[in-house]
């Protein structure tokens, strides 16, 4: 897959910006303190649907649309921040949605689906059950399936990482969290987009490795998903072409476990009180687990979503089991 151009990502941005501004992104001096080393917050947290992917989603139909090729019906497969994002993106087109997720799912993420006019559908024990199954129903329909991962995705999502790149132009290393790799691989393209100097950082959950695996073994493998906590993370299966694009330019991957997560959320609650779900907060664990190789760095952290129930959040921060 070809990395989008600085040219392609300004004009996704005028995309992203109709529907909402640049989020912002703070030096958080009780974090900075915590971590022994300047640390920096991209909130896309802040976003209209509380996550990063609205930018991807915006994207991706507007290009449909610019092609002629905007479909009656849309069909995709999500854990619940790609699928917010396909339900923005399709309502504001007219266009109907219909969306699954694995049984078990957040019950507020799905929620939040519905009230942005998705159907949902609850089917498969994980998300790479899901994906199958959309995939499924949108040939049996005649429906456009929407992948998780898309070059036009890749391009929207690069936005933030623009924004990020642009703003804080000191930045020495970044961490990323990766779920199926748009985010990953659109800090990359902002990256080299403009001739930033940073250290880009994957981040997996310890408990959802195919990245990693992959990464080692130099193709995809398949490894199972037991996280708790970063379903935003819970992938089984690495999308190939993502792979590739890390493997070129990725420094490295940290793997991070539910219990560091948890830590690395009430670190966020604590020092900025902004909430942020597993894989939201999972670059921020990943940071503290490198601590000892950051003094005297810039460093870069996204928190990626918010989108966390709240008996979750609520047992995190009381550090219930």
């Known amino acids: 897959m070809k990395l989008p151009t600085l040219q392609d990502i300004e004009a996704a ?6 529907e909402f501004q640049a989020t912002p992104q703070y030096r958080w001096e009780l974090l900075s303190q915590r971590l022994g080393a300047e640390c920096w917050v991209k909130h896309e947290n802040h976003t209209p649907v509380g996550a990063f992917k ?4 915006l994207t991706y ?3 449909l649309k610019q092609r002629g090729e905007l479909p009656r019906e849309v069909v995709s497969a999500t854990r619940g921040n790609h699928g917010q994002s396909i339900a923005w993106a399709a309502r504001a087109q007219g266009v109907a949605c219909t969306i699954v997720v694995p049984h ?3 019950l507020e993420k799905n929620a939040a689906m519905r009230a942005l006019g998705a159907t949902l559908i609850e089917h498969g024990q994980d998300f790479q059950e ?3 199954f959309a995939a499924q129903i949108a040939a049996e329909r005649g429906a456009h399936m929407v ?3 898309h070059s036009d995705l890749v391009c929207g999502v690069s936005t933030y990482w623009w924004e990020f790149f642009s703003a804080v132009p000191g930045l020495d290393v970044v961490y990323v969290p990766i779920g199926l790799g748009s985010g990953a691989c659109a800090a990359i393209a902002a990256r080299q987009a403009l001739g930033h100097r940073a250290k880009i950082i994957g981040v997996v959950s310890a408990h959802a490795t195919t990245y990693f695996d992959s990464l080692a073994a130099g193709h995809v493998v398949e490894a199972p998903v037991t996280t708790v906590l970063a379903d935003g993370m819970a992938c089984r299966i690495a999308d190939a072409a993502a792979l590739d694009i890390l493997a070129a330019h990725i420094d490295h991957i940290v793997k991070v476990s539910d219990e560091e997560i948890a830590q690395a959320m009430r670190d966020l609650y604590a020092c900025t009180h902004n909430v942020a779900e ?3 907060a999972a670059a921020f664990a ?3 687990q490198e601590r000892g190789q950051r003094s005297g760095q810039v460093v870069g952290v996204a928190l990626s979503g918010a989108n966390v129930d709240a008996g979750t959040v609520a047992k995190v921060l009381l550090n219930a089991s």
């Open 147 to 149: 992948p998780s991962f």
């Open 104 to 106: 078990g799912n957040s």
């Open 61 to 63: 139909f507007d290009q």
């Open 54 to 57: 609205l930018r991807g989603g």
């Open 286 to 288: 990943a940071a503290m």
């Open 13 to 18: 941005a005028r995309v992203v910006y109709r």
């Open 278 to 280: 597993g894989a939201g």
């Open 130 to 132: 899901s994906r199958e």
